[in-house]
């Protein structure tokens, strides 16, 4: 089964607010996000956005720039069609239904981006040559002076999510990967607490590109 078969199975036969990683709202990746000073109009990529309703939060204020990329159509439309339902224009996003590792990043109509968001699709890349890859890409889209925002699962978090071995990290760890054009500002910790009342420990890093 390929990774985007797996994903599509996930977002097909569960509903958003049953997955573990169920927010019903994204608090603390919101806050990381607004204290990014920018320029003009944020443009903002969430990796791994799907059915997050972050972008419901993002898309209340009308100068952020939104893309929300997502390995499942499934979880694009669940967040489409809530948009939608709520009166939201779900048309001022820019959905794209793509690997992280293979999209070209770069000819996204946001790109170049002010600030990369990605709350738990880093700690799937387990092998170290698509941790490679992610940090290429990574650099190919955010300008220089932009905001990394990324969230794991921390060293003392799961080893498994959704039935798929994860990578753990803490602060350290984390800026080891990114230690080449990136400077780590921050780290934050949060225990999440899913639907079905399990605790997961989270990380937060943000880093600002060189």
Same mark, same amino acid.
């Given at each position: 089964?390929?990774?985007?078969?797996?994903?599509?199975?996930?977002?097909?036969?569960?509903?958003?607010?049953?997955?573990?990683?169920?927010?019903? =709202?994204?608090?603390?990746?919101?806050?990381?996000?607004?204290?990014?000073?920018?320029?003009?109009?944020?443009?903002?990529?969430?990796?791994?956005?799907?059915?997050?309703?972050?972008?419901?939060?993002?898309?209340?204020?009308? /100068?952020?720039?939104?893309?929300?990329?997502?390995?499942?159509?499934?979880?694009?439309? &669940?967040?489409?069609?809530?948009?939608?339902?709520?009166?939201?224009?779900?048309?001022?996003?820019?959905?794209?239904?793509?690997?992280?590792? /293979?999209?070209?990043?770069?000819?996204?109509?946001?790109?170049?981006?002010?600030?990369?968001?990605?709350?738990?699709?880093?700690?799937?890349? &387990?092998?170290?040559?698509?941790?490679?890859?992610?940090?290429?890409?990574?650099?190919?889209?955010?300008?220089?002076?932009?905001?990394?925002?990324?969230?794991?699962?921390?060293?003392?978090?799961?080893?498994?999510?959704?039935?798929?071995?994860?990578?753990?990290?803490?602060?350290?760890?984390?800026?080891?990967?990114?230690?080449?054009?990136? &400077?780590?500002? =921050? =780290?934050?910790?949060?225990?999440?607490? &899913?639907?079905?009342?399990?605790? =997961?420990?989270?990380?937060?890093?943000?880093?600002?590109? /060189?």
């Amino acid at each position: 089964m390929t990774n985007k078969d797996h994903w599509e199975g996930v977002y097909s036969t569960k509903a958003a607010d049953e997955v573990s990683w169920f927010q019903p =709202q994204a608090e603390r990746s919101l806050a990381l996000i607004h204290a990014c000073v920018c320029e003009g109009p944020r443009r903002i990529i969430d990796i791994g956005g799907g059915a997050s309703r972050l972008v419901d939060d993002l898309i209340e204020d009308a /100068d952020n720039q939104i893309t929300v990329l997502d390995l499942s159509a499934a979880a694009l439309r &669940t967040a489409q069609a809530r948009l939608s339902k709520s009166g939201d224009p779900a048309q001022a996003i820019e959905w794209v239904e793509a690997d992280v590792l /293979d999209a070209d990043l770069s000819r996204l109509k946001g790109a170049p981006f002010d600030i990369w968001h990605d709350r738990a699709v880093f700690h799937f890349l &387990t092998n170290a040559s698509d941790r490679v890859r992610y940090v290429e890409q990574l650099k190919s889209a955010l300008k220089p002076g932009g905001w990394l925002i990324i969230a794991t699962f921390a060293d003392d978090g799961p080893s498994k999510c959704s039935g798929l071995p994860v990578e753990r990290y803490d602060a350290d760890k984390l800026a080891q990967v990114f230690a080449e054009g990136f &400077t780590l500002l =921050q =780290q934050q910790h949060e225990t999440h607490l &899913t639907p079905a009342g399990a605790e =997961q420990k989270f990380i937060y890093c943000v880093f600002e590109r /060189d």
